[in-house]
């Protein structure tokens, strides 16, 4: 058994004084325009997003070969 067995391993966070910090809203609310760029691009997009795009183009891709096998 070693020391780390006693902490509650899904314990909140807290802060210096010991008092619960709501970590998510403390990021929501953290304004640093410096990051934010950079977190855009490295953060990746959704996959279901990816997904909705590439249907998106797939329609218009049917719509164009329909036009030319038409002859329109």
């Not at 020391?3 to 619960?20: F, H, L, W």
């Amino acid at each position: 058994m070693n020391s780390n067995d006693d902490k509650t391993p899904n314990a909140p966070p807290t802060d210096t004084s010991g008092k619960p910090v709501n970590v998510v809203e403390r990021d929501l609310e953290d304004h640093d325009d410096d990051t934010k760029g950079v977190d855009e691009v490295i953060t990746p997009s959704s996959t279901r997003v990816k997904e909705q795009d590439a249907e998106t183009l797939q329609r218009k891709v049917d719509e164009i070969e329909r036009k030319v096998a038409d002859g329109n």
